[in-house]
């Protein structure tokens, strides 16, 4: 039975990646001659590089920061722990469309303010321009800030206050502190952390399709993108384009191994009660509320304004405010059945992929006997989550528009390629609490005469109800917001609100854009309080 499971996700997860890769090498590596043998290749590398280094450098130092600052935040500000998470919850598309109806060159309600001072009181455009290289790069790196928030904060809980009483004890003051004492047994954290970081900004999407294309800004997976969807269309240069990341990927996982090292020079619980840290510090709502203002607040803000206006300009009044584009929603052809197909496909992959990660976690918990199966099991379902999701989409598009299975247009095809990207989540969740479990339980339902299916159907899975009910909700959160898979799998037939919004974005429609990300934020909020509902109000925190 493991033996089936292990066939069915070698054919989902690799038999894709293994196609792009053969036909990148095929005709003498005609994919590769193709990608990389053009005029701006060099530039498009250095952008990536510039995109994935700088965005990360940002998003250490933000998460980190507010990381601290959350552990010193005052009882009554407590709510505010939730606002780094989010940027999470929020789709990027809408995020990423906000920031531009503030800093366009030109219309940007945030320009036409700054062109207000006396310095730039010359200026007719500008003086930000969020079509450019460096503000994708800051855009991009306050959306990977909850990433590497999460990763932080999670270990900071783990170090004790006692550490701290005994540095200040011997002197040191509160910044000395921190990096003497708080950042080298963050270590682990910080490890984990940058490297999700760096994986997400090297196939970062979605900020450099819906912001660089206005000035030729281009990095590897939108080259993706554009070879796959150009005409002719060339998979093998997409293909090829997509390789750096593969590698990138697979040399990350193996670097966090190796910086980490021994793991038990980073216990920080000791034989007495554990304290964390904590205090109370008015800095440190200061420091959560300004991120909160800039990377969720004003682009929201932004989204709104526009959303309530006839068309999008730097003038304002009352009576240009009109709800006549959130008319348009119900009446705009597609848009309403985007909604069903987001909502229907996110459904049908969560219900699929909670029985594959029930099994593959089970293999991995209660099955050591079967130790090749188990690092075959590990190594699949923690591809998804070091590879791009935009690679994943150029492969389902390559692999299944051709026999035996032709599912190109289809919701079949969606609903496939977004099982590949949630069996991490779905696998690691129920493994933790599987591991949680122990075998004492088991092993007494063994002893009382059940067999096990019996000791399954009573005692494991009513034990994992809480976690399986959780993973279900994270998991529809994120499939809403779906946007660089989708966007690869699509047809002009068969669209989610993330690639139609797109198509109205490149025809100009920015009135109904911004209605529509309103729409996709609604429905991801519906999911999160359906989350809360049933996953516990913490469920945020498990994302």
């Not at 730039?120 to 460096?134: A, E, H, M, Q, R």
Request: include cysteine; aromatic fraction near 10%; charge should be positive.
């Amino acid at each position: 039975m493991y033996a089936a499971l292990i066939l069915v996700l070698a054919y989902l997860v690799v038999w894709p990646l293994f196609k792009l890769q053969s036909l990148a090498f095929e005709n003498g590596a005609a994919g590769y001659r193709s990608q990389y043998g053009r005029a701006d290749i060099v530039t498009t590398l250095q952008t990536t590089a510039a995109l994935a280094f700088f965005s990360l450098v940002i998003a250490m130092v933000c998460g980190t920061v507010l990381a601290f600052a959350t552990t010193r935040l005052p009882r009554r500000m407590g709510f505010l722990r939730l606002v780094p998470i989010l940027p999470i919850v929020i789709p990027s598309v809408a995020n990423v469309v906000g920031f531009a109806f503030l800093l366009s060159p030109g219309p940007g309600y945030i320009n036409i303010l700054l062109r207000m001072l006396p310095w730039w009181s010359d200026l007719n455009s500008g003086p930000v321009n969020v079509y450019s290289p460096t503000w994708i790069i800051i855009i991009t790196g306050f959306s990977l800030t909850s990433f590497v928030y999460l990763f932080v904060s999670a270990g900071m809980q783990n170090i004790s206050g006692e550490h701290l009483e005994a540095a200040q004890i011997a002197g040191s003051t509160t910044i000395g502190t921190f990096f003497k004492v708080v950042l080298p047994l963050l270590r682990p954290s910080l490890v984990y952390g940058a490297g999700v970081a760096l994986l997400l900004g090297l196939g970062q999407f979605t900020a450099p399709l819906l912001l660089g294309q206005n000035e030729g800004v281009k990095v590897l997976a939108t080259e993706m993108y554009l070879r796959a969807s150009e005409s002719p269309i060339n998979f093998a240069a997409a293909a090829a384009a997509g390789s750096p990341l593969v590698i990138m990927g697979i040399l990350v996982v193996f670097g966090q191994r190796a910086l980490l090292g021994n793991q038990t020079r980073f216990v920080t619980h000791g034989g007495k009660s554990f304290s964390p840290v904590g205090g109370s510090s008015h800095w440190a709502t200061a420091i959560v509320a300004v991120y909160g203002l800039v990377a969720l607040i004003l682009p929201l803000a932004g989204v709104i304004i526009v959303s309530l206006t006839p068309f999008w300009s730097g003038t304002l009044s009352w009576d240009l405010f009109t709800l006549s584009n959130y008319r348009a929603l119900v009446t705009t052809p597609g848009i309403v059945d985007s909604v069903v197909t987001s909502v229907v496909t996110s459904i049908v992959a969560v219900l699929i992929c909670v029985p594959i990660g029930f099994g593959v976690a089970n293999l991995m918990v209660r099955r050591q006997d079967l130790r090749i199966l188990r690092t075959v099991a590990d190594l699949i379902t923690a591809l998804p989550m070091g590879i791009p999701a935009v690679i994943f989409g150029v492969g389902f598009l390559l692999t299944y528009t051709e026999p035996p299975l032709i599912l190109y247009g289809t919701k079949a095809v969606i609903i496939l390629v977004y099982v590949v990207l949630m069996i991490p989540f779905a696998t690691r969740m129920q493994l933790t609490a599987l591991i949680s479990m122990g075998d004492k339980y088991e092993e007494a339902s063994a002893v009382s005469g059940a067999g096990p299916v019996a000791t399954m159907a009573r005692i494991t899975l009513p034990m994992l109800r809480p976690t399986i009910l959780s993973s279900i909700a994270l998991m529809f959160i994120l499939l809403t917001h779906e946007f660089a898979a989708s966007l690869m799998v699509r047809s002009a037939t068969t669209q989610v609100m993330g690639t139609l919004l797109y198509d109205h974005w490149s025809n100009g429609s920015y009135t109904l854009v911004a209605a529509m990300a309103i729409l996709m934020s609604a429905v991801t909020g519906a999911g999160v309080a359906v989350a809360m509902l049933i996953g516990g109000r913490n469920v945020l925190e498990k994302l």
